[in-house]
């Protein structure tokens, strides 16, 4: 699977989007990009996916540039329970394994 | 549905004891995976089973871990002797195969601390 970069740590303002970055430029073409979260002390939890197009649920939207070799989640409007280690993992369908990287800290801030 | 359950929540132990980490999967789900997450190493993938049978153990760090799926609702992790460096908080996850992205449900972990 590709490797994905993110920054190690970012503050948001609550009631504001949170726009979490991601390059993942070795991305294969039929790679995923997967997005979970881990907030303190709970396990993680996914939050959207896509391959090639803008992908939107109920928790954020996640903008995958033309090229694939990077990506952005949003959180629309960040509250304080958004804080929380964010992963951007990229993986084949169907490969069961998920590659935890190191995460962005996100801290979102009253 | 109640998730992921695993117990303990917490557990201390000596070195050279014996520790049993419990999984319950999400009904219907045919997945369930191992994890450990240390501030070193990260969250890692231990192992995963599909339909109770062991697929890929690659990441069990040692013979003194083992893994157990005697059912589909239920999983066991042991560490036999366990050591301090064990020491991590272990999670267990459980996905669905019929679901095209096999989204994994994680459970709260396990907080082990060997002594």
């Known amino acids: 699977d590709a490797k994905t970069t993110q920054p190690p740590s970012m503050d948001c303002a609550e009631g504001r989007a949170a726009n979490l970055p991601c390059n993942h430029s070795?991305?294969?073409?039929?790679?995923?990009v997967y997005w979970y979260r881990q907030i303190h002390s709970q396990g993680p939890q996914y939050i959207i996916h896509g391959l090639k197009n803008n992908e939107t649920n109920e928790m954020a939207s996640l903008i995958i540039t033309e090229d694939r070799k990077s990506s952005t989640l949003i959180l629309p409007h960040a509250t304080l329970r958004d804080t929380a280690v964010y992963y951007c993992?990229?993986?084949?369908?169907?490969?069961?394994?998920?590659?935890f990287g190191k995460g962005n800290q996100v801290v979102v801030i009253p | 549905d109640a998730g992921v359950i695993q117990s303990p929540r917490h557990e201390v132990t000596e070195m050279g004891q014996e520790v049993t980490l419990r999984c319950k999967p999400i009904?219907?789900?045919?997945?369930l995976f191992w994890y450990r997450q240390t501030m070193m190493r990260g969250l890692e993938l231990l192992i995963y089973?599909?339909?109770?049978?062991?697929?890929?153990d690659s990441g069990m760090p040692e013979d003194r871990f083992s893994a157990k799926m005697p059912n589909a609702s239920f999983s066991t992790l042991k560490i036999q002797p366990s050591e301090p460096r064990d020491s991590a908080v272990y999670f267990c996850?459980?996905?669905?195969?019929?679901?095209?992205?096999?989204?994994?449900?994680f459970g709260p972990g396990t907080r082990l601390t060997v002594l």
């Open positions: 089973f599909n339909n109770n049978v062991p697929i890929d």
């Open positions: 993992i990229v993986r084949v369908q169907g490969n069961n394994r998920l590659a």
């Open positions: 996850a459980s996905s669905s195969g019929t679901r095209s992205h096999n989204e994994q449900f």
């Open positions: 070795t991305i294969s073409g039929n790679e995923y």
């Open positions: 009904s219907g789900h045919d997945y």
